[in-house]
């Protein structure tokens, strides 16, 4: 499955953002779908994982509360909705794609078969 994020961009401290993702190629509800994100010196790490029905979701502690991951499968998309954005939130953001043979489980990122460009979230002060 080939994956195209979106949405990111500058936004002051406490604003939101929508960042959103479309994958083509496969059949997009065979796959759990997630979003990384890297900041500049840092590892990748996860922020969100949703379901391949969007019966389940998982957040990173730093995200939840703020974050809301969700898809559309008629639309082959999955978004992240971003509230109360932090500077800390600065990163690039990955969607990333894991087959649902892989189960619900250890959302590590090698485990995600398929990622997307990145799109840059720029969180300012």
């Known amino acids: 499955v080939q994956l195209q994020a979106s949405g990111g961009g500058l936004v002051q401290a406490g604003g939101s953002l929508r960042l959103s993702c479309a994958a083509s190629g496969r059949t997009f509800s065979n796959y759990n779908m997630g979003w990384f994100r890297q900041a500049p010196g840092k590892d990748r790490e996860l922020v969100a994982v949703?379901?391949?029905?969007?019966?389940?979701?998982y957040y990173a502690t730093s995200v939840k509360g703020r974050f809301a991951i969700s898809r559309d499968n008629a639309k082959n998309t999955v978004y992240l909705q971003m509230n109360s954005l932090k500077p800390e939130d600065t990163a690039v953001y990955y969607c990333?794609?894991?087959?649902?043979?892989?189960?619900?489980?250890?959302?590590?990122?090698?485990?995600?078969?398929?990622w997307g460009q990145g799109t840059l979230v720029t969180v300012s002060s």
């Open positions: 949703i379901r391949w029905d969007g019966g389940n979701t």
């Open positions: 990333a794609a894991r087959s649902i043979s892989s189960g619900w489980k250890a959302f590590s990122s090698v485990s995600f078969e398929n």
